[in-house]
């Protein structure tokens, strides 16, 4: 039986730990500390570092885990980080055998050029890219890509388990009400995220049928969304990708107190 923790971290990180009570595995740990002093705490051995995507807060921790643990570390070969001993691509797997746990790689280039993602097991780790109730900023990537991205992740089973990088759910869901105000999933999703938020739950991991119901850059063929996202650019669109990038363009100007959203 596997356990999937969050570890926070900055701000609003999260780097997950992936754990059997004897082994553990951690994905995107953007700081060494608090995964090494959750480990301890519980006792746990660290068999793999999985980064998502080059960025510092979720790769910075690497360097310092090595130290502690001599493990491999699984990251996408289209992106530059020092530490990855696996470089992988779409159609690689990672073999976590003290976990038992086999994770298909999927590329999902967009926020970076390289992002990668790992999905198995009923759980997808997909870092900056698919958030709930939104996606990562457009850093690297095109609005193509990641759209395709988007889509790839959207197609994988309703009950699949999304662990995204970080908690901007709330923020997430006032521009997803903005955009597609009729909605009435969100309303019902704001409470229910309120709610775990005010007893300090994360309201991640979120799933794909959640996703598919609720996330703006998941619903660019929904007819609401096509026209919010057409007075936004004052021209009628009509194929999804303008849309999703009409939308993603709005997402950056609209009133977020964070970065990378
Ligand atoms: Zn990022
Ligand atoms: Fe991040």
């Given amino acids: 039986m596997l356990n999937i923790v969050p570890v926070r971290a900055f701000t609003d990180n999260y780097i997950w730990i992936i754990h059997n009570h ?3 595995a951690v994905v995107d740990p953007g700081d060494a500390i608090p995964v090494l002093d959750f480990l301890r705490h519980e006792d746990l051995q660290l068999v793999a570092i999985l980064n ?7 790769v910075g921790g690497n360097a310092a885990l090595l130290k502690e643990f001599s493990v491999p570390v699984y990251g996408p070969a289209q992106e530059s980080i020092p530490t990855v001993t696996h470089p992988l691509s779409e159609g690689d797997s990672v073999h976590l055998v003290e976990l038992a746990l086999a994770l298909k790689v999927i590329d999902i280039p967009g926020h970076t050029a390289g992002h990668i993602a790992y999905y198995g097991a009923n759980l ?4 900056d890219t698919l958030f709930a109730c939104g996606c990562g900023r457009l850093f690297e990537g095109t609005a193509q890509q990641m759209y395709s991205s988007l889509q790839k992740l959207a197609i994988l089973p309703d009950a699949t388990q999304v662990y995204c990088g970080h908690e901007y759910t709330l923020a997430n869901i006032h521009f ?4 597609e ?3 009435p999933a969100l309303s019902k999703l ?3 995220m309120k709610s775990l938020l005010a007893q300090g739950i994360p309201t991640l991991p979120s799933t794909i049928i959640r996703e598919n119901a609720t996330n703006p850059f998941l619903r660019c063929n929904q007819l609401e969304i096509i026209q919010s996202a057409g007075s936004y650019v004052g021209s009628s669109l009509t194929d999804p990708v303008s849309i999703f990038a009409a939308i993603r363009n709005w997402k950056n100007d609209f009133v ?3 970065r990378e959203q």
Avoid: M, W
Wanted: aromatic fraction near 4%.
């Fill in 190 to 192: 704001e409470s229910e």
């Fill in 176 to 179: 997803a009400k903005a955009v």
């Fill in 22 to 24: 004897r082994h553990a």
């Fill in 181 to 183: 105000p009729g909605n």
């Fill in 256 to 258: 977020t107190p964070r």
């Fill in 124 to 127: 997808l780790f997909c870092g």
């Fill in 52 to 58: 998502t995507h080059h960025h510092n807060d979720h």
